[in-house]
Each structure stands twice: as C-alpha cells, then as structure tokens.
C-alpha cells in the first residue's frame, strides 16, 4: 500500500539526503563526541556541508558553488582529464574538515588523514548506484587514486565510518563490479572507477527512512520529466504512523523548491 508519491528533481533529491545525514545519529553522535568529521568536496556533499555546518552555527563563509573536485558538465563545457575547470588549479577552497566541533577552513582530507580513526566520519559521494544492492561506484581521475583512496586508508585500516551520500538519478543497471572491471583494465581509456562495497550508501530511500526514524518505508515508482525534472524521481512512501507519513510529506514540501545547482566560475 503507497500512502503517499511525491516527484523529487536532483537538487531535492541531494537536500533530502543532507537533511537525513545531518539527522543521523551517528554523525550527532560523533559532534557530541568531538570527533572529526571530514566531508570531501563534492556537489551533493555540499548540501551536505551546508547542512552541518548550520547545525553547529558555523555555515557563514561556506558555498557549495565551488565545492568539487572533478565534476560531470555537459559535453560542450570542457573540464582537464580529472574532470575539473581551470579556475579549480588555484581556488580549491579544501575539503570540510570539523575537529573539536570547529570547522577548520582551508583543510582538506589528506590534512587529518593520518589521525583519522574509529569514532570519525568521513562523507565521500559517488557517481553511480546500485539501489538494490547499496554499492557505489566513484569515478576516479587521479592516477593516485584520488580521495576515495585516502579515504579507505582510514576506513579499512583503522575502522572510520565511510558514508556515501548519493541521488538516485546516479542509479546503473549493470554490476557495478563489471563496470570497475572494464574501466580499469589496461587497454581501456577514459575515467576509472573504483567500486565500493561494505559502505552505508545514503539515496534518497535511505534518507526518508533515516528523517522518519525507519517509521517509513519508500519505494522509486518512476523517473524523469521535463521543464526542469529532468532526473528527478517519483517516490512512493508508506507506514502505519500517520503522524511519520505527515513528516515526510512536510520535509518533501520543503525540499521541493530547492534551486537548480550551479557552479561558481569565479
């Protein structure tokens, strides 16, 4: 049975998920406890960062206009090999890095990498998901292996908790390992990926479980549009709580205006 639909545009899809990450017990946790918390740049992530930063009253200074690393523009717009644009090279304005409940500006992940531990969050997006089986796949530039690969030094070698914010719109229907596999083979070009397995992967689905204190349980029905929905995907929520079906209707409301994202090329 579907209480409720309601049509989300990718925008509305990454503020749905911020507001649910801000939420997340084990992020509150990990502010009460003065843990890091370090969100790599990137466009959802910057809703992300928007929305933890006014949590702890410290948003002013902050755009999420600039706050990338490579990004996916439409083909005419060209970016270099690891998908950024020439004003990045010299007004990167670094990762969100939260230490001792402060925000330390300028920072990036490879800044507090070594000291990353159990207890601390790292928030890394993605380019591609798989839904059903909650993998991610992220598009890798770097020849180093770019931030997921500093990520998972910490993640597997000393347990910090990796969430993966990512919009539906991201979704694949093939194995996202197969996908790894054929882009990372020698004789391929192009992007790379690097697939990630074990993660607590955030669409939109687990946001409004997350806002709904798992009262609620949502479904993708549909997808795409026009004039602007582009993207967008149509959800089906259902619960036996009224009042939890009356909260996520309330939070989509609030969410469906959100603008379209646009770059800064300051």
């Not at 509305?12 to 890091?36: F, Q």
């Not at 930063?53 to 755009?63: A, M, R, T, V, Y």
């Not at 001792?100 to 531990?117: H, M, S, Y």
């Not at 309330?250 to 300051?266: C, N, T, Y």
Request: glycine share 10%; aromatic share 4%.
């Amino acid at each position: 049975m579907i209480s409720y639909q309601f049509n989300l545009t990718p925008a509305a899809g990454k503020r749905l998920i911020a507001k649910a990450i801000a939420s997340y017990k084990p992020l509150t946790d990990a502010l009460e406890k003065n843990s890091t918390i370090a969100i790599i740049a990137g466009t959802t992530n910057g809703y992300v960062a928007e929305e933890i930063l006014s949590l702890i009253n410290q948003n002013e200074g902050f755009d999420k206009s600039r706050f990338f690393r490579g990004i996916t523009l439409p083909p005419h717009i060209k970016t270099s090999e690891t998908g950024r644009l020439p004003s990045q090279e010299k007004d990167f304005p670094g990762d969100v890095i939260i230490t001792n409940g402060r925000w330390q500006k300028g920072k990036t992940i490879a800044d507090v990498l070594e000291n990353l531990k159990n207890g601390d969050i790292i928030i890394k997006g993605a380019n591609a998901v798989d839904p059903t089986l909650k993998k991610a796949g992220i598009l890798v530039g770097n020849p180093r292996g770019g931030t997921i690969l500093m990520a998972l030094q910490a993640v597997t070698g000393r347990r910090a908790r990796l969430i993966i914010p990512v919009g539906l719109e991201k979704r694949v229907t093939n194995d996202i390992d197969e996908i790894a596999y054929k882009t990372n083979r020698p004789e391929s070009c192009g992007w790379r990926m690097l697939s990630i397995g074990g993660a607590e992967v955030i669409t939109e689905i687990q946001a409004i479980e997350i806002l709904s204190g798992n009262k609620v349980r949502a479904t993708l029905i549909a997808s795409g549009g026009v004039e602007g929905a582009e993207g967008s995907v149509l959800i089906g929520i259902e619960s036996e709580s009224e009042e939890s079906i009356g909260r996520i209707k309330k939070i989509a409301d609030e969410v469906a205006g959100e603008p379209l994202f646009k770059i800064s090329r300051k």
